[in-house]
């Protein structure tokens, strides 16, 4: 069971450049997420999906768009990279949304320069 | 919104040591609590939660106890291993799960 996959496992990106963070479940979840993690910020939520269609807002939005055109898949695009997005990046998911006692299931992270 | 407060690290133990870990949240209700790990080099997994008050956590030698009344869910393990160097990170699940900035510890042989 590979359970979450993400890709690229690490990018070094020019600012300015557009760039597609992919992210894959194959436990047909209905919930997942995009988190950002920097030092001593702990994990942030950028954008999440309750259901294949549907999106919405985390915390850190500006900057960042999602789609979710099926169960399995949800990429998280940066349109136009800043430094400020140099970060690691997670995708999770969970059965529902959160709320419920469901465990996140987190991929192994992209680790994105922006120079 | 949620938050939660975890005490700053690094946390640095000699093996067999025993551990504690703070967490105090602030949330609408009574939610879902629970404890995440992340090794190195590795996303974060789920290490045990609770969903009511007075429930307790366990797994891998690690408690932790739902306390409603002082909405804390400190971490502790008796008998800390090497193998438990790891970031530690605390997170009540409301609406959306709130994390803390995470504690590291380090165990030393």
């Known amino acids: 069971i590979a359970g979450i996959t993400q890709a690229p496992t690490s990018q070094i990106l020019a600012a300015g450049r557009r760039m597609t963070l992919r992210c894959t479940q194959d436990?047909?979840?209905?919930?997942m997420y995009w988190y950002r993690q920097d030092l001593g910020l702990g994990l942030r939520l950028i954008h999440y999906s309750n259901t294949a269609g549907t999106t919405g807002k985390g915390e850190v939005p500006d900057g960042y768009s999602v789609s979710r055109a099926n169960t399995d898949d949800f990429p998280l695009t940066l349109a136009s990279a800043v430094p400020s997005q140099t970060s690691v990046y997670f995708c999770?998911?969970?059965?529902?949304?959160?709320?419920?006692?469901?465990?996140?299931?987190f991929g192994p992270g992209t680790r994105l320069t922006v120079l | 919104g949620d938050s939660v407060t975890q005490m700053e690290g690094p946390v640095t133990l000699s093996e067999e040591a025993f551990l504690t870990i703070n967490c105090t949240y602030t949330?609408?209700?009574?939610?879902?609590l629970f404890w995440y790990v992340q090794y190195p080099g590795e996303g974060l997994q789920l290490l045990l939660k609770?969903?009511?008050?007075?429930d307790k956590g366990s797994n891998k030698g690690f408690e932790a106890t739902y306390r409603k009344e002082t909405t804390s869910f400190h971490l502790e393990k008796g008998s800390v291993q090497v193998s438990d160097s790891a970031v530690y990170f605390c997170?009540?699940?409301?609406?959306?799960?709130?994390f803390g900035g995470g504690t590291r510890l380090m165990v030393k042989p």
């Open positions: 436990m047909r979840h209905n919930a």
């Open positions: 609770a969903t009511k008050a007075d």
């Open positions: 949330a609408t209700g009574y939610p879902s």
């Open positions: 999770a998911s969970s059965e529902r949304l959160a709320g419920s006692a469901d465990t996140q299931y």
């Open positions: 997170a009540p699940g409301g609406n959306m799960l709130t």
